[in-house]
């Protein structure tokens, strides 16, 4: 799992975990590991109520992709056409779960406050945008779309990390070969 750094280029952090642990999960941990004066910015296969709740926790900015199909929330607000809105939204008892087994103690059923970001591609497909920036005139919607477009620089990261240093053709699975 990378944590990288968009403005500087520059991957900030590694973390190895074997193939048997979710990519997520290890995510999950790094929240209250990482600096709180910075955005975290996640692809939609991060998108999750346990995220929100973390990062309120830890007092961090977080930004997150969601599918288009997330929720029902997030269906009625891509058909409204509105560029945001705030919605709450309640954890769920998987987010839960994987909360207790990190030794955490969450409320079932706690109310999240989040704000949903309109985000029309230029190929005409439209995306949703969740985060817990409210300020309005600070993080006004289009600087979080630009934002967001930042976090393409990863890839950028591991293209050169495959390609340029031939990272993918070596494989191991024990500690020594790691």
Not at 90 to 96: C, G, I
Not at 155 to 162: D, H, P
Request: hydrophobic residues 40%; proline residues 3%; contains cysteine.
């Amino acid at each position: 799992l990378f944590t990288f750094d968009v403005l500087n280029k520059l991957i900030y952090r590694v973390d190895m975990h074997d193939q048997n642990q979710s990519e997520v999960r290890v995510a999950y941990r790094n929240v209250e590991q990482l600096p709180q004066k910075a955005i975290y910015i996640y692809d939609r296969a991060y998108a999750s109520n346990a995220l929100p709740f973390l990062h309120r926790r830890h007092g961090s900015f977080y930004l997150i992709r969601l599918k288009n199909k997330q929720s029902s929330a997030v269906t009625d607000f891509l058909q409204s056409k509105q560029k945001e809105r705030v919605i709450t939204i309640t954890l769920q008892e998987r987010a839960v779960r994987t909360l207790r087994d990190m030794g955490l103690k969450p409320q079932s059923k706690a109310q999240i406050k989040v704000r949903l970001i309109r985000v029309d591609l230029p190929n005409g497909q439209v995306t949703v945008l969740m985060t817990n920036m409210f300020n309005r005139k600070r993080f006004h919607y289009r600087r979080m779309c630009e934002l967001y477009t930042k976090r393409w620089g990863v890839e950028t990261a591991f293209f050169v990390l495959k390609s340029f240093l031939q990272l993918a053709v070596v494989s191991a699975y024990t500690q020594p070969g790691v």
